[in-house]
């Protein structure tokens, strides 16, 4: 039986980089056949124009996207959730729910970064208070062995992994 992974992570639409490394691990070949895998979409933006904006549609899709995740942990019985969650903004206090409730269900978490911001925003109210919280007890992946001056201040560099991006060949 192959070990089982919730992924929540960005796909598009809309279309910027992390929703793209998302699409392509929800495509991997090598990590469908490895694992066995679920998706749940991080997104509440429909359009570019809506990242960073706070509206009812995106907090009723939010409280759905709560209770759809909730859903698929307690039927699966996940080995492992992988999340993808900004490093800054309103888009980190969303994930920041998701990883709390995660972690209060028992779930090992793996926070892949791919943007850097905490350092710069962790003496901004209320980050001074979400980041030792969200990097207690999980896994960190980063993108490059530079980044982790990001996070070192909240994760010890035995729980960080290195995994620069790959995109797929063209041709």
């Given at each position: 039986m192959k070990p089982s992974i919730l992924f929540i992570l960005h796909m598009p639409p809309p279309v910027h980089g992390a929703a793209m490394m998302g699409k392509?691990?929800?495509?991997?070949?090598?990590?469908?056949?490895?694992?066995?895998?679920?998706?749940?979409?991080?997104?509440?933006?429909?359009?570019?124009?809506?990242?960073g904006k706070v509206g009812l549609k995106k907090l009723i899709s939010f409280l759905e996207m709560l209770k759809s995740i909730r859903k698929m942990v307690k039927q699966m019985k996940t080995q492992l959730v992988y999340v993808t969650p900004n490093s800054h903004g309103i888009a980190l206090y969303k994930e920041f729910v998701i990883v709390q409730m995660l972690?209060?269900?028992?779930?090992?978490v793996v926070i892949h970064f791919h943007n850097q911001g905490v350092r710069t925003f962790q003496d901004h109210w209320p980050n001074r208070w979400i980041y030792?919280?969200?990097?207690?007890?999980?896994?960190?992946?980063?993108?490059?062995?530079?980044?982790?001056?990001?996070?070192?201040?909240?994760?010890?560099r035995r729980n960080v992994l290195i995994c620069p991006n790959g995109i797929p060949d063209i041709n």
């Open positions: 392509y691990i929800h495509d991997s070949k090598v990590i469908n056949e490895t694992f066995d895998c679920h998706y749940i979409n991080l997104a509440t933006a429909k359009d570019i124009k809506d990242i972690k209060g269900m028992g779930c090992k030792p919280r969200l990097f207690k007890g999980v896994k960190v992946i980063l993108l490059s062995e530079a980044l982790y001056e990001d996070v070192e201040k909240y994760v010890d």
